[in-house]
């Protein structure tokens, strides 16, 4: 049990797949332009990387190894196959505002990464707490971005106004905005672990 | 044929939805091969080479497979395995032929059968152009052309941040800050300045 929930909380701290392997930095930019897009995506990339490894984790004996990454690669865009199409159905605005980034899920890093180094390893019940942390980890460090992003960009905390009279700078919810916030948090988290 | 459309799918593409200091595609090579001159441009003309020739190749998934069987919903699964394994056949070809060129760019080739950019571009190209039921060799031109000129744009800031990087080097950076946050910091001042592109109108 204590085994499971250090698997669960790596993700989210020490291995953190956005500030600390840098993985999967191409929707964490493109999306986190509010909160609601952020949790979205979070979630959707949660579902996508806990079924990717339960299923590679579960076959991984069957797999041979010559051909494992294009077997991963199916078995992940399946999965994101569903997300596109469940989103689509009952989250049609959400679905609309992540635009091409759901289908590219499919070529997340993250994802990948989670299959071929802890999925293909390990067992079951394992793996499945590994992609859940990654999941938590990639969700919270959107949450974090967008959050920065949506307060500064438009003056709203989930379409909530905080301050009145706050001229909000649009140059965050714009791509250089992005940029500029992944860029200090990072530099920040350094400054922070390196004493 | 309409010219005037073309050229402003290449000027867009280029410039103004610049696929990386816009779209966010392709951040990982972006960041990771942009610490020399060299490396860099090759890495940008392999890119520019696997976008056009997957355009090509999704084209032809989509207008000859997945429209005629009305399995659209298969696009995802069916664009990355055909990407991935037809670069990899081409970087058989190449190993094959001409060891010389593989030398220069079979390494960076292997590096992007899946990169967001060139999924991204494929995806990109069926939703602008392939959707609607158009005829074929208009969609053909403008899926390569967007193909193409994403490639183009991609190696431009590519060799630009690789540029500035190398005088990077030399200055006195914050120790927090060295590597990858001041690459963003630099990335994010590009992108303000590309913002400027989006003035423009045709």
């Known amino acids: ?195 | 044929m309409d010219l005037n459309r073309l050229l402003m799918v290449a000027i867009s593409v280029i410039f103004i939805n610049n696929f990386i200091l816009s779209k966010f595609l392709g951040l990982c090579p972006f960041i990771g091969v942009s610490k020399k001159t060299e490396p860099a441009f090759y890495m940008g003309l392999a890119v520019t080479f696997v976008m056009t020739a997957s355009s090509i190749i999704t084209w032809a998934v989509y207008s000859f497979l997945l429209r005629p069987f009305h399995i659209e919903y298969l696009r995802t699964l069916s664009f990355i395995l055909v990407i991935a394994s037809s670069v990899q056949l081409i970087e058989m070809f190449i190993q094959k032929f001409n060891p010389a060129l593989y030398k220069v760019f079979g390494i960076y080739l292997a590096l992007i059968t899946t990169n967001c950019a060139v999924f991204g571009v494929a995806v990109l190209n069926s939703e602008m152009f392939l959707k609607v039921a158009d005829n074929l060799t208009r969609s053909l031109v403008f899926c390569v052309v967007q193909g193409f000129c994403a490639g183009v744009g991609f190696t431009m800031v590519l060799l630009l941040m690789s540029g500035i990087r190398e005088r990077l080097e030399l200055c006195n950076v914050p120790r927090s800050m060295k590597g990858m946050p001041i690459a963003f910091i630099v990335a994010s001042l590009m992108s303000m300045a590309f913002m400027g592109f989006m003035g423009f109108r045709f």
């Open chain 1, 1 to 195: 049990m204590k085994r499971l929930l250090r698997e669960f909380l790596k993700g989210i701290t020490i291995e953190n797949p956005t500030f600390r392997l840098a993985l999967g930095l191409c929707p964490t930019l493109a999306i986190s332009t509010s909160i609601v897009n952020g949790f979205g995506m979070g979630l959707a990339a949660t579902f996508v990387i806990v079924g990717s490894n339960m299923i590679v984790s579960s076959i991984r004996g069957v797999i041979p190894s010559k051909i494992r990454i294009p077997s991963f690669i199916v078995i992940i865009a399946t999965f994101v196959t569903i997300v596109e199409l469940v989103m689509k159905a009952y989250f049609p605005s959400l679905s609309k505002a992540l635009g091409i980034f759901v289908p590219l899920i499919a070529v997340n890093c993250i994802v990948l990464g989670r299959a071929e180094a802890f999925a293909s390893k390990h067992g079951v019940v394992r793996s499945i707490f590994d992609g859940l942390g990654m999941g938590v980890g990639f969700t919270f460090a959107l949450v974090l971005i967008s959050t920065i992003r949506e307060a500064f960009g438009n003056g709203t905390l989930l379409g909530l106004i905080i301050v009145k009279g706050f001229e909000p700078a649009l140059l965050f919810i714009l791509a250089p905005g992005a940029l500029l916030v992944i860029g200090i948090l990072m530099g920040f988290i350094n400054h922070v672990t390196e004493r």
